[in-house]
């Protein structure tokens, strides 16, 4: 099962972890970093934090899609035979996370980031409902 | 689109940079400004910033903002066993 993160969002944590590690402790940029550095005038210290930034936060959400990515998987289990999941992927910019199935049924559909949210967060018994039901609608419009 | 919460690369008109400078007088001489953009609204940008002991939570306009750079194309992949 693949598992991906596509695009980047970050926390006010992980802006705040990243916001108090001194200057000369930070990563040294590459070539190609320094590049854009100085190609756009701005400030190599302020790039370096937001690259940090940007892969601490990536670690999380990708952390957070291989939980849905197993949390779906003992659901199609205990729904349907014969259903794999291919692939999970969470799209940062639309707020979705887009599912590959093959088996019984091919198909990819897409779910919505703020209800697993939802339910991961707030333990929401209606996500998990509607979280259900989509897996539902997914296999039965699909199995003929 | 969803694009915060996220440290964004922003291009302010000079009047934007100009109010932004006295909120915020250490900021870097540079046009291009990285900024925590903790929300987005109808009135603009909610940027988080620290001051000396405390975070603070300021409004960018949209009227000011020229240009929001971020990064588009990442995609972190990882294999997992079912």
């Known amino acids: ?144 | 689109m969803r694009v915060s919460p996220i440290t964004a690369a922003i291009l302010l008109s000079e009047e934007g940079l100009n109010a932004l400078r006295i909120a915020l007088p250490d900021l870097p001489d540079s046009p291009l400004i990285f900024l925590f953009v903790q929300e987005t609204d109808e009135l603009g940008l909610w940027v988080r910033v620290k001051r000396k002991t405390e975070d603070h939570v300021l409004l960018i306009r949209w009227e000011f903002v020229l240009t929001i750079d971020l990064p588009a194309a990442e995609v972190k992949t990882v294999g997992m066993k079912p």
Do not use: C, H
């Open chain 1, 1 to 144: 099962m693949q598992i991906s993160v596509e695009g980047r969002r970050s926390s006010v944590g992980d802006w705040q972890a990243v916001s108090e590690i001194p200057a000369d402790q930070l990563k040294p940029l590459t070539p190609e970093q320094a590049a854009v550095v100085a190609e756009l005038k701005i400030s190599a210290e302020d790039y370096a934090r937001s690259i940090l930034e940007g892969e601490r936060a990536s670690e999380a959400l990708l952390e957070k899609t291989q939980r849905f990515a197993r949390f779906l998987n003992q659901r199609f289990a205990s729904r349907v035979g014969g259903v794999q999941i291919d692939s999970v992927a969470l799209e940062t910019w639309a707020g979705k996370f887009r599912v590959a199935i093959r088996g019984k049924v091919n198909t990819v559909f897409r779910i919505n980031e703020d209800l697993v949210d939802d339910l991961f967060e707030g333990g929401s018994k209606e996500a998990d409902e509607r979280i259900s039901r989509v897996i539902d609608l997914v296999v039965g419009e699909r199995v003929v």
